[in-house]
């Protein structure tokens, strides 16, 4: 998978959403996420799935071809957040607080985030169009693409608090290098469930 997609797990470290629900529904706060990320430069396609339950998440990504990848496990009660290298070998990265990780985060990538007034159906969600940006220059990274506010949870596709701040993305488009287009990294979400494996929240051995 290409290497941009790891590297901005600093950043991401993942959520888009799929399935059947409606408004009538109500508001999910526990379920199954399953996205498709795609690279469009070397048209490279990976797997990200967020898991969640009120106070804890896990983003998970995997190359389809190898299972390699990395696993995260957010505790937010207790302020931890727990990182897994996974390839040969699972390798365990020190823990980290989610108040810290987050500010580092602010302090590298502060986004400025604008909602639009263009509705659109995801998956049975109503979604809103928003865009992103952050950076100047060949630094630049613009996401554009649209959320929705009948799913909520602390963990998201976007690890920053004014992207939480809008709702949960559903499908976007994240732009670097000065927001190129040829360079984009296509995150769609192809799968939902209301439902979460409780085994996903516990530490790997």
């Given at each position: 998978m290409n290497t941009f997609c790891f590297k901005i797990t600093g950043v991401l470290l993942v959520s888009c959403l799929l399935g059947g629900f409606?408004?009538?529904?109500?508001v999910l706060q526990t379920g199954t996420v399953k996205f498709t990320i795609t690279t469009k430069a070397a048209k490279d396609t990976g797997i990200q799935t967020i898991y969640?339950?009120?106070?804890?998440?896990?983003?998970e990504m995997l190359n389809p071809t190898d299972s390699s990848g990395f696993q995260s496990i957010y505790a937010f009660e207790k302020d931890s957040v727990y990182h897994f290298l996974r390839g040969d070998e699972l390798m365990a990265l020190p823990a980290m607080g989610i108040q810290e990780l987050m500010a580092q985060s602010k302090l590298k990538t502060s986004f400025k985030v604008t909602t639009g007034k263009k509705h659109r159906n995801i998956l049975g969600y109503d979604c809103f169009d928003f865009k992103a940006e952050t950076g100047s220059g060949k630094s630049k990274t613009v996401i554009t693409g649209w959320a929705t506010r009948?799913?909520?949870?602390?963990?998201?596709?976007?690890?920053?608090?004014?992207?939480?701040?809008?709702?949960?993305?559903?499908?976007?488009?994240?732009?670097?290098?000065?927001?190129?287009?040829?360079?984009?990294?296509?995150?769609?979400?192809?799968?939902?469930?209301?439902?979460?494996?409780?085994?996903?929240?516990?530490?790997?051995?």
């Open positions: 409606t408004q009538a529904q109500g969640f339950k009120p106070g804890f998440g896990v983003v009948q799913i909520q949870h602390e963990i998201g596709v976007v690890m920053d608090q004014d992207l939480l701040a809008i709702g949960f993305p559903m499908e976007f488009f994240m732009m670097p290098n000065g927001g190129s287009k040829k360079k984009a990294v296509v995150f769609s979400a192809v799968q939902v469930t209301p439902t979460v494996d409780e085994r996903i929240f516990i530490h790997p051995k």
